[in-house]
């Protein structure tokens, strides 16, 4: 069945190391969102697309964080240089927005579990 | 800003009894509410939603509420199982924003 996928699962790296993070979203989807778990805050918003371009990214650290949509299958969320606090499971969600759609519902990839030393 | 609080943070119920998750939000605007479950080491999962111009929406053991006038709205499980056991947020959406804002989630356990 269609789902999102992320890749790494798993990523420890040493403090100011570049990551990336990979997102497919599901196929025919139109909207992806990158979000960012922690148990001090949650599940926070960093940024979402909408037919690849960049509809919001508020939430987002805009010195060493980016996201980006090279084409409609592959999302990427990078991180330079990455600092110990930036240790979390981030997660990509896509949803399908058309014409009558009320509101999209978002479906989560496993996510990719952070470790910044 | 928008905030969504969600109670309690963590819940025990024994097998067969139901368990009720509540959350109250600040945005007047939003117009859609999804609750989803999280199971250990995976992405949340859609398990129902319910839209502003709805006040109860049913699907076999669940069931969620909504009270527009009160801004808060409540996830109903009837006969838990041991298998519901996880982690439950609720979201509100805003409709000028689009964007999905969660509850801190309730840690539910279910003990057969």
């Known amino acids: 069945d269609a789902r999102v996928t992320q890749t790494p699962r798993h990523k420890v790296t040493e403090m100011g190391q570049e990551v990336t993070m990979r997102c497919q979203p599901i196929l025919g989807h139109n909207t992806v969102f990158w979000y960012r778990q922690t148990m001090m805050q949650g599940l926070e918003l960093l940024a979402y697309f909408r037919n690849r371009a960049p509809l919001d990214d508020s939430g987002m650290p805009k010195d060493r964080f980016s996201a980006e949509m090279p084409d409609a299958t592959l999302a990427t969320l990078k991180i330079q240089p990455s600092e110990p606090r930036d240790s979390a499971v981030y997660f990509c969600?896509?949803?399908?927005?058309?014409?009558?759609?009320?509101?999209?519902?978002?479906?989560f990839g496993p996510g990719t579990r952070l470790l910044v030393l | 800003g928008e905030n969504v609080e969600q109670h309690p943070s963590t819940l025990s119920v024994q097998e067969g009894d139901s368990a009720v998750i509540k959350c109250t939000y600040s945005?007047?605007?939003?117009?859609?509410f999804p609750w989803y479950k999280q199971e250990l080491g995976k992405g949340p999962q859609l398990i129902i939603d319910?839209?502003?111009?709805?006040g109860e929406k049913k699907d076999q053991r669940i069931a969620v509420t909504l009270n527009k006038t009160a801004k808060h709205f409540s996830l109903h499980i009837t006969e838990t199982q041991p298998e519901d056991s996880a982690v439950y947020f609720c979201?509100?959406?805003?409709?000028?924003?689009?964007?999905?804002?969660f509850g801190q989630g309730t840690t539910l356990q279910v003990k057969p």
């Open positions: 979201a509100a959406r805003s409709s000028n924003t689009g964007k999905l804002i």
């Open positions: 945005d007047s605007a939003s117009n859609y």
């Open positions: 319910i839209r502003s111009n709805v």
């Open positions: 969600a896509s949803g399908l927005v058309s014409a009558g759609t009320f509101a999209e519902t978002q479906y």
